[in-house]
């Protein structure tokens, strides 16, 4: 079982749409969420990061996280054209050297 | 705005060759990180640094690799013999502090051609 599953996609939706994004992980210990934003041929950017179950918000942004599912959810209200990227998972514990786990990515297409 | 800054976007290189990759992590952060992204696949983390050590390493950084902070600004990653599998994006990454470790910023990449 991998650490961390994601769909690859392609997910596409008409712009205004809620999108919805979906992670799930097998290693109980990870502590810290994130949800990252690739652009073709571009380094990873941080959008939100958890710390707990629960969610939170920020602008269209909304991260959830469920422990005890092993689940993790990142919600767009209103989404843009802009918004097509590539969007990552990951996780990590604190182990020291904080290694980072991403998931494989899932390629959204928003369509005006 | 701070931003990770990496050197060069692209290099090519002929397998056996070394080849170091570099790095100016944003000023005032303490942890540094190199992961690779082979064309297609995930992000994979390589390597961690604090303090002028490796604080942390996967498994695919194996002897061929080693990372180097020469001075208060740079922050290399050598590839010593390089092999055709080596050809992938190779994101630098810094966060400011262990409480903050999770806002790691990457850089934009080095796409690395190994022929």
């Known amino acids: 079982q991998k650490e961390v599953e994601q769909d690859p996609g392609p997910l596409s939706v008409p712009e205004g749409a809620i999108v919805s994004l979906n992670c799930t992980y097998s290693?109980?210990?990870?502590?810290?969420f994130m949800w990252y934003r690739q652009y073709s041929r571009k380094g990873p950017e941080l959008l939100m990061y958890t710390y707990s179950s629960g969610n939170k918000e920020d602008g269209r942004f909304t991260a959830q996280v469920d422990k005890s599912s092993k689940y993790i959810s990142l919600f767009i209200r209103d989404s843009q054209p802009s918004d097509s990227a590539t969007y990552l998972c990951?996780?990590?514990?604190?182990?020291?050297?904080?290694?980072?786990?991403f998931g494989a990515g899932t390629r959204l297409f928003v369509k005006a | 705005e701070p931003e990770v800054t990496q050197t060069p976007s692209h290099q090519v290189t002929q397998m056996g060759q070394e080849v170091i990759l570099r790095c100016v992590p944003i000023s005032n952060h303490l942890y540094f990180y190199w992961y690779r992204q082979i064309l297609g696949q995930k992000v994979e983390f390589l390597v961690s640094f604090y303090n002028n050590e490796i604080s942390e390493k996967s498994e695919i950084f194996d002897d061929q690799f080693s990372v180097e902070r020469p001075d208060g600004s740079n922050f290399t990653l050598k590839i010593r013999s390089t092999k055709l599998e080596d050809s992938a994006m190779y994101f630098c990454?810094?966060?400011?502090?262990?409480?903050?470790?999770?806002?790691?910023?990457f850089g934009p990449g080095t796409r690395l051609l190994v022929l």
């Open positions: 990454a810094s966060s400011k502090t262990s409480g903050a470790q999770e806002t790691q910023y």
């Open positions: 290693n109980s210990a990870f502590q810290y």
């Open positions: 990951a996780m990590s514990r604190n182990t020291g050297g904080f290694k980072t786990i």
